[in-house]
Structures are given as C-alpha cells and as structure tokens.
T-cell receptor
Framework: SQTIHQWPATLVQPVGSPLSLECTVEGTSNPNLYWYRQAAGRGLQLLFYSVGIGQISSEVPQNLSASRPQDRQFILSSKKLLLSDSGFYLC?????????FGQGTRLTVV | EDKVVQSPLSLVVHEGDTVTLNCSYEVTNFRSLLWYKQEKKAPTFLFMLTSSGIEKKSGRLSSILDKKELSSILNITATQTGDSAIYLCAGNSGGSNYKLTFGKGTLLTVNP
C-alpha cells in the first residue's frame, strides 16, 4: 500500500531563517506530488506540483521554492522566511482519481 | 483557471440536525470530485465522485455529483458533535493538467 511521510510535524522558526520541509512517498513510482498551504484553518492553496524528477510547477509567486531530487521525494524550501510564511503545509500525492495527504507541518515564523 | 467554490463557508447546527454542504467547480479536463474531512491535521478522504447522479454513501454521510450543473453536495444526517470539522471539496483534473484544486472549505460546528 502507498504511504506518504512528511516531517517535521511542527516547526517554529525566526524570520529570516531558512526552511526545508521534506515529503517522501512509498509504494508507488512516478507519483504526481503537491505542496499545499492552509492558512487560518481554511481551504488549501496549491503552491507547487511536480510530475517527475526535476519538474516543478509553481502556482503562486512567493518566498518559497520546491525541488524533486528523487522520484519519491519532494522538498519545500525557503532561503529567508517571512512572517507571512506561517501556516499549515501539506504534501500530497495523486493518482488518477484520488489524492492522499501527509500529516502536515505546522510552521510558525516568529 | 480552475476554480472550486464551497458554500456555506461556515455552519452551526445542533446535534441531530441534517446538513447539506455545497460545492461547485470549474475544472479543466475534469476527472473526479473529492470530498475530505479535516479535523486537526491532514484531511481524511470521504468520497470520490466521477459519475453524475450516483449517490455515494458512508454511514450518515452521502454525496452526489451533478456534472450538468458542475456541482456536488455532501449530506450529513443526524449530526453528532464528532462531525464538527472543515469539509473540503476538490476538483481533480486529468490529461496534461495535473492539478487538484480545493475550495475554501465549510467549517461545520455541531453543538450538543
């Protein structure tokens, strides 16, 4: 069966510090992978998606970047965090008709 | 640009009430519509709808898709306090468009 791991679960970082959130998927190959952000407990905003190694599509201009160094690994990064980067970040993978989520990372930038 | 709109944005009911949550979508190369329940952490999958008019049911929850109206509803009967959550609807596209577009969610609060 397929599983998706995301870590860390919570993170408190100072403004201006770097960020690296990691997501890995098991039990499938060549998955479509996604990073979403959820602010204030509302809808999910798509940040990045990737259909293969090294292929990243960005949905919104922002202070974040994503990379896919391996087939089942998706990384969300920032060189310098802003206060507005605080939120709940979710990694997901999708097969044809369904999507599955990691447990999420709650990021607080102070 | 793909768009999913949910209504109402929030809803407060009493235990035992029946609620209907709405979702409308404009999704390129539509493949399916997904419903999720989110309590504290990651959304948990409820239903996947691909065909119009066929009701999916799980206990007190049911959902149906109307492809002509580009919409879906999620019904919860005999609500319980444990149903309190954010309910998210997502439009799933296929073909060369791999996006999964979410609505803003409906925050349901069930009071005892």
């Amino acid at each position: 069966s397929q599983t998706i791991h995301q870590w860390p679960a919570t993170l408190v970082q100072p403004v201006g510090s770097p960020l690296s959130l990691e997501c890995t998927v098991e039990g499938t190959s060549n998955p479509n992978l996604y990073w979403y952000r959820q602010a204030a407990g509302r809808g999910l905003q798509l940040l990045f998606y990737s259909v293969g190694i090294g292929q990243i599509s960005s949905e919104v201009p922002q202070n974040l970047s994503a990379s896919r160094p391996q087939d089942r690994q998706f990384i969300l990064s920032s060189k310098k965090l802003l206060l507005s980067d605080s939120g709940f970040y979710l990694c997901a993978w999708k097969r044809n008709t369904e999507a599955f989520f990691g447990q999420g990372t709650r990021l607080t930038v102070v | 640009e793909d768009k999913v709109v949910q209504s109402p944005l929030s809803l407060v009911v009493h235990e035992g009430d029946t609620v209907t949550l709405n979702c409308s979508y404009e999704v390129t190369n539509f493949r399916s519509l997904l419903w999720y329940k989110q309590e504290k952490k990651a959304p948990t999958f409820l239903f996947m709808l691909t065909s119009s008019g066929i009701e999916k049911k799980s206990g007190r929850l049911s959902s149906i898709l109307d492809k002509k109206e580009l919409s879906s509803i999620l019904n919860i009967t005999a609500t319980q306090t444990g149903d309190s959550a954010i309910y998210l609807c997502a439009g799933n596209s296929g073909g060369s468009n791999y996006k999964l577009t979410f609505g803003k969610g409906t925050l349901l609060t069930v009071n005892p």
